[in-house]
């Protein structure tokens, strides 16, 4: 079968075989690429016109519990420089990025003990009391049912929890400690409580094989998930991977356009990494079917050192309080930021 029937068939079913789609990524040639952009740029304009939503994102804790080989604060490294924000600094974050149009808020953070149920809860609340109409998301890792469930009962309204590799053998060495069937049991949860979820993986990561995005591709579809973040991996010096390379951008914005196609109605960011990773990286993966950026919030003080990897943006078009420049770098290639929560299609 040529490549660009296969694409095709993608476009116009939103499914193809797992061998098919093997086929493709082993053997996609730079036209078929092109292509592939956009077929997967029709099908989000067909569901999302050509608006962009923004998110703005609060990095409240770089503790983390955790021991993922390939992350900058896992807990190993005595390097990181360890900050955490108070309750009184997340609301003025909030607040901040209310008046910047802002209308969703990630909270994300390691997975810091500290932050216990109660003071989520507490914070949650007073998010939603000062701005109901604001949507609040979770980054915040694994924990029980009965945790996501009373974090969900204080007002949040949606999760990202990603995958990270849906190869239950890489998914093991990579996270010491860990296991890839409770991390699919914490989404699978997740789902049922009723959040907006989004799951995702890296690309590139030391190890990985085209088998390997294929299961992640196949894992998505059978998910159905709201969201899916995707990035390269970027080694980060003070890893067990430091020493590794990364994974490419281009291979990063085949697989955004891939889901794309097998999720029409997914949110897909344009992530940090990609934008790290190639200066236009933002814009290229926007093009191939992604249609959410989420620039930083974080008071500046603490951005650097929210390190998950070397090289990370943020500022310039990363930075929240560059909203206008972000704005005006959309709409220089087609498309249109879209002020409001940006709630999932699907
Ligand atoms: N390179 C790229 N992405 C990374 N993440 C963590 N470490 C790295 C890295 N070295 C990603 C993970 C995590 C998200 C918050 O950041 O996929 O889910």
């Not at 049922?192 to 591709?217: H, R, S």
């Not at 603490?302 to 959309?330: F, H, Q």
Request: hydrophobic letters at 35%; a neutral charge; glycine letters at 8%.
């Amino acid at each position: 079968m040529l490549i660009k029937e296969i694409i095709d068939k993608l476009a116009l079913e939103g499914n193809c075989t797992k061998e098919e789609l093997l086929y493709l990524l082993d053997n996609i040639a730079d036209e078929e690429k092109e292509y592939l952009w956009e077929k997967a740029d029709e099908v989000r304009r067909k569901n999302y016109d050509n608006k962009v939503y923004i998110r703005g994102l609060i990095e409240f804790t770089n503790y983390c519990k955790r021991d993922c080989v390939y992350c900058g604060i896992r807990r190993s490294n005595k390097k990181a420089c360890r900050y955490r924000l108070t309750e009184e600094e997340i609301l003025s974050c909030v607040e901040a990025g209310d008046k910047l149009g802002y209308k969703t808020f990630v909270l994300q953070g390691g997975e810091d003990p500290y932050f216990t149920d109660e003071r989520l809860e507490k914070i949650i609340k007073k998010i939603k009391r000062k701005f109901p109409q604001n949507a609040i998301t979770l980054s915040i890792g694994e924990r029980t049912f009965e945790s996501y469930k009373r974090l969900y009962d204080a007002g949040a309204d949606r999760f990202l929890l990603r995958h990270e590799t849906a190869c239950r053998e890489l998914y093991a060495e990579l996270h010491p400690g860990a296991t890839y069937e409770n991390r699919v049991k914490c989404i699978e949860d997740l789902k049922k409580i009723g959040y907006q979820v989004g799951a995702g993986f890296m690309v590139g990561i030391p190890g990985q094989t085209n088998e390997d995005l294929v299961k992640d591709l196949i894992f998505l579809k059978s998910l159905q998930p709201h969201m899916v973040g995707i990035g390269p991996f970027i080694p980060h010096v003070d890893t067990p991977l430091g020493q590794c390379q990364g994974g490419a951008a281009e291979k990063t914005i085949i697989m955004l356009a891939l889901t794309r196609l097998l999720l029409p109605k997914a949110l897909l960011p344009a992530t940090t990494a990609l934008g790290s990773i190639d200066k236009l990286g933002r814009e290229k993966g926007i093009k191939a079917g992604a249609n959410v950026v989420m620039p930083n919030l974080s008071p500046n003080s603490v951005r650097e050192k929210y390190a998950l990897y070397n090289g990370k943006l943020s500022s310039g078009d990363e930075a929240a309080e560059c909203r206008r420049d972000i704005e005006r770098k959309i709409n220089a290639i087609g498309f249109e930021i879209e002020v409001g929560r940006g709630d999932s299609k699907v």
